[in-house]
């Protein structure tokens, strides 16, 4: 009930193409979806991020899909740069005890070529 | 200022020393999170103290001890850790946990690299 999945575990893009990394959820409680974005030896960096009333959510060249019904939601890196090349995790959270529980998925290593 | 100050940023350490990890944060946040990370693996929630009192303990061995001596600053103790235990710990903190808190950003420290021999 708590797991969040997400696929592909690793994606290589050429520069300038469109990055697409897929999560889904099961526990409905959820009710806040963060991507972060982590590079070696750092910490992860909140990305962008969206609520379950909203379909899409769009910040510079990164959007969030995200489809209630079928309890799934993705990232898209439009005009993919070798800058982008870092490891990103998909996020669920729910308001638990006081704080915010966040639930991983498993993480993508994307690879953009020049 | 969206900053999450972590000390140090390596430790080694052997399997009978007792030593400690620092957190820091300003943004006036009232949550602060302890993550364990290992390689190629997501974070993985150890403790969140909320209002200064340890609310989740995710069944950490006790040889780690969380301790938040105030809003701003988050320790955590170590002693006579494992090799398995060497990753890289995380701090995280978040506005509120109250109040629609699951809408919260939690924010990310760099992290501290451990090693244990």
């Known amino acids: 009930q708590q797991q969040v999945k997400q696929s592909p575990q690793s994606l290589i893009v050429q520069k300038g193409g469109i990055s697409i990394i897929n999560c889904a959820y099961e526990n409905t409680a959820f009710d806040y979806f963060p991507w972060y974005q982590q590079f070696p030896g750092k910490g992860p960096a909140l990305l962008i991020a969206?609520?379950?009333?909203?379909s899409e959510k769009k910040e510079g060249r990164f959007t969030i899909s995200f489809n209630k019904s079928a309890k799934q939601f993705s990232l898209h890196i439009m005009d993919s740069q070798p800058g982008d090349s870092a490891t990103y995790f998909c996020?669920?959270?729910?308001?638990?005890?006081?704080?915010?529980?966040?639930?991983f998925g498993q993480g993508t290593r994307l690879t953009i070529n020049p | 200022d969206t900053e999450v100050t972590q000390t140090p940023k390596h430790l080694v350490m052997g399997m009978t020393n007792k030593k400690s990890l620092k957190c820091e944060q300003h943004?006036?946040?009232?949550?602060m999170y302890w993550y364990k990370q290992k390689a190629k693996k997501p974070p993985e929630l150890m403790f969140v103290y909320s209002y200064e009192k340890l609310s989740i303990n995710e069944s950490v061995p006790s040889r780690f001890s969380p301790e938040c001596p105030n809003s701003s600053l988050l320790n955590l103790h170590l002693h006579a850790l494992q090799p398995e235990d060497s990753a890289l710990y995380l701090c995280?903190?978040?506005?509120?946990?109250?109040?629609?808190?699951?809408?919260?950003?939690?924010?990310f420290g760099p992290g501290t690299r451990l090693t244990v021999l």
């Open positions: 995280a903190s978040s506005r509120s946990g109250l109040a629609g808190g699951g809408t919260d950003t939690q924010y």
């Open positions: 969206i609520r379950p009333d909203v």
């Open positions: 996020a669920a959270s729910r308001a638990i005890q006081g704080a915010q529980k966040l639930v």
């Open positions: 943004m006036g946040h009232r949550a």
